[in-house]
């Protein structure tokens, strides 16, 4: 059959069909290493030795009990905790009154086996057989067990003995696995489950910013479950873990050499350490034939305050290594007692001698172990004084604290059972589930004023000390308290570290930098480089729009339509706001173009109302030279009207009125064109066509030509004006103020009527070009005509592909040349004549009377 304890290899299970019994046979049953005599007698499983060897009968070809080697003084600094914790309760009149507390305590060698076989003969008394049955009823030997220090051992005793319901308590094992009640129903501790320290470094290693860190672990349910859960939180907290290694301090050399050469060969320069103080002694060994220093360690609370670790850290490897432990105790009067080695010699003769020999560093007479040369010989009434080693480190009385408050906690469990007052019921029965159920339920103050209880799953409230290794002048090291790990607070209130200075590898100040990656700066962002882990990234500038405002960002956020990056791609800057305005110089230009435009045609306008009697001005119907002047005054004034930020009435306007006035000046130009044609044409004999347009049909056809433009722009108004628009879309980093069209068919309606009646006055002016006149002004009219299409022409590709502003200015350009046009052409001859040529201004040589005659 198979061993339900994968670790129980001297032990055969048998299943017997005739009874439906399962029982367990055991090996060779052995005394406990330590007793004492008591109405109820509580059990203890300790290491006093760390290691152990195999021994088999040569001539019975069988295998003997385990060999224990290596004393362990932690072991019975442990038993020294709980005999002290029993004899406070013994001698209390306050707890279980007229009941003594006895116990049994065995020694695990450090071995799971053994340690399983000792919980079984804790249970059973010395009987060879015991039944997992109905038919097993006799009560357990002891009503409750305090459990080895380690995880790996304390999941086999609670294996075996949860069908029981015999309370195992831990002072030391903390591997989350154990809250499992499915698995392990009896078990619990006075020490915080692992699921909260290893979220608490996780949280530790993310407060110093080290994002890329290395792992080692112990090899067992400790390391392994504690390392898993690290790594799990890591994830969630943006941590990367380079390596993850396990190591057992029996590992074979060359198991250690790959650990040595992936340190080597690794870019994190924080290792987190979840192992047990042993495995730790054994790699510290290692690292220091390698001289690997430098390196910033976190540990786990089995070896950040052990005393023995820091002493074995001769070359300073863990130098400045921070790690959380159990928060520091004060037992009064336990210190005293453990010192105090006359109560172990209750323990076998055997055992005793060898503590004594190892304490004191002396042999027996008759020991039969190796003496060394020059060791003195024990007298047996050596004193601790002056003695310092392992045993006399008080260091770990946290851990004692925890030993003493278990054996507390199933004592106040029996008072309760026992129905204690002044007295308590000796004949009560006492029954291994109840007492079970009372320690869970129990709540009490310890006489150091802690409190102490346990939740569901048998774990006690889990606060730490943030620890940090501050070496001294003489070479020791100090466990500096430096923070609090409270996880019963708010998850941003957990992690508190105090203002006290730290120190950290090789004796920096600096906080160490552990990263794959430096942090992206504000206006970056982060990408993941390929194959590689999170934590290891390039950091790409924000493209042009896009900011980033915090460090390490993951992604770029677009700014607002109307703001814009700026130069660090930290910050959304508003968008500079630009049209065309007075101050700039293109727009200053364009300003004094068109003042001078409208001041020349002041001026010709003063010149024509000065000589308005003389034959040229009255030559082609003074009125309408006039109007043009008016309209092209006015043509050059709406210029001005593109000009500043655009409003609704400034839109609406430009180009209304540079619609109105240029067909205005337009009709002017074509009246007067028609004149010419009807003059000459009224010459011919018979002919009275001049009756048909006076000057009233010419004032009447200017008006009508102008009142069709009138309505299209009312038109335009009316369905779709122009309203101001903010261009974002041209540029990227700045904003166009101007003048939507509202309705494009208008705009273009208006150009085209104008387009229209510039070709059809061009057209007359060609056909009167070649008039016999010394001043022929349909000659003038086609060209300036010409000059007008000429620009309109242009203007439409160019308004078009004109980015922003400069459309705006290839418009007003556009109204300028047009205008200039008019003017030069058509009215600069005139004043040449009147103002130079005077003796030209006659109506004789106007109507060519002066040339040959036909």
Known sequence: CRSAVPFLHCYIISFSQAEDRVCLQMGDPENPQLSKDGDIILGGIFSFHSSWINRRDTYMHKP?????????????????????AIDEINNSSDLLPGITLGCKIYDSCGSIARGVRASLALINSQETIFKLSDKCTKPAQVQAIMGESSSSPNMAVATVIGPFHIPLISHFATCACLSDKNKYPSFLRTIPSDHYQSRALAQLVKYFGWTWVGAIRTNDDYGNNGMATFIETAEELGICVEYSVAVFRTDPPKKIQQIIDIIKGSTSRVIVGFLSHLDIDALIIELSQHNLTGYQWVGSESWIFDSHTAAMDVHHILDGAVGLSIPKAHVTGMKEFILDVKPLNSSIEELFREFW?????????????????????????????????????????????????????????????????????????????TILQHIKKIRFKTKEGD?????????????????????TENGNVEFVPVGLYDASLPADRQLTLTNRTLVWAQNSEQVPVSVCSE?????????????????????????????????DSISCVRCHSEFWSNERRDACIKKKEEFLSYEE??????????????????????????YRRTPIVRANNSELSFLLLFSLTLCFLCSLTFIGRPSGWSCMLRHTAFGITFVLCISC??????????????????SNVMKWFGPAQQRLSVLGFTLIQVFICLLWLTISPPFPFKNIKDFKDRIILECALGSAVGFWAVLGYIGLLAMLCFFLAFLARKLPDNFNEAKFITFSMLIFC???????????????????????????????????????PKCYIILLKPERNTKRNLMGKEGPTH
């Open 64 to 84: 003997l009990p385990l060999q224990c080697i290596s004393l362990n003084f932690r072991g019975f600094q442990y038993a020294q905790a709980m005999l002290f």
């Open 585 to 610: 110089m293109m727009g200053a230009l364009l300003t004094a173009a068109s003042l001078l435009g409208t001041c020349l045609t002041a001026v010709v306008m003063f010149i024509f109302f000065r």
């Open 790 to 828: 000429a620009v309109w022409v242009t203007f439409i590709p160019a308004y078009v592909s004109s980015p922003g502003k400069f459309s705006v200015a290839v418009e007003i350009f556009a109204i300028l040349s047009s205008g200039f046009g008019l003017l030069i052409c058509i009215f600069i």
């Open 519 to 551: 942090k992206c700066p504000p206006g970056t962002r982060k990408v993941l480089q390929k194959g590689k882990p999170v934590c290891c990234y390039d950091c790409l500038r924000c493209a042009d729009g896009e900011i980033s405002n915090s460090t």
């Open 669 to 686: 130009v074509l009246g007067k064109t028609m004149v010419v044609l009807m003059a000459f044409r009224a010459t011919l004999p018979g």
């Open 451 to 471: 409190e102490v209880y346990f939740n569901e799953n048998g774990d006690p409230p889990a606060k730490y000390e943030i620890i940090n290794w501050q070496p």
């Open 357 to 433: 020999e190892a304490l004191f560093d002396c042999k027996f007479e008759d020991s039969v172990s190796t003496t060394t040369e020059n060791q003195r010989e024990c007298s047996g009434h050596e004193d601790l004084a002056g003695v310092k080693n392992t045993f006399t480190d008080m260091s770990l009385m946290p851990i004692f604290y925890n030993i003493y408050k278990e054996v507390y906690a199933v004592a106040h469990a029996l008072h309760d059972i026992l129905s204690c007052n002044n007295t308590c019921n000796k004949t009560a029965q006492l029954d291994p589930f």
